[in-house]
Nanobody, 115 residues
Framework: VQLQASGGGLVQAGGSLRLSCAAS????????RGWYRQAPGKQRELVAL???????TYADSVKGRFTISRDFAKNRVDLQMNILKPEDTAIYYC??????????WGQGTQVTVSS
């Protein structure tokens, strides 16, 4: 499985961005798709997760502002980010995990929110 993330950029606080993660290769074993982020000097953290059945999980810090969605036909997962805050600034990574526990990562896309 190869993951390609896109959609990052620079935005002012209060603005919006939409990240996309396209997957190529076989996805029959994938059970979860998600987005993580890593800010400078901090550990990588979960932002949002969606399971094959559509169950969504969000970090408390993004609840009500971010929405994760999955397009099965395009094999893509998007992260709509609204009301962005400077503390959302980070490199965002998309992830896919299989039922075997294999984990795949995209290359990361920079999101910078200016105050």
């Amino acid at each position: 499985v190869q993951l390609q993330a896109s959609g990052g950029g620079l935005v002012q606080a209060g603005g919006s961005l939409r990240l996309s993660c396209a997957a190529s290769g076989s996805d029959v074993d994938i059970v979860t798709r998600g987005w993580y982020r890593q800010a400078p000097g901090k550990q990588r953290e979960l932002v949002a997760l969606i399971t094959a059945s559509g169950t969504r999980t969000y970090a408390d810090s993004v609840k009500g502002r971010f929405t994760i969605s999955r397009d099965f036909a395009k094999n893509r997962v998007d992260l709509q980010m609204n009301i962005l805050k400077p503390e959302d600034t980070a490199i965002y990574y998309c992830n896919a995990e299989t039922w075997r526990g294999d984990s795949y990562w995209g290359q990361g896309t920079q999101v910078t929110v200016s105050s």
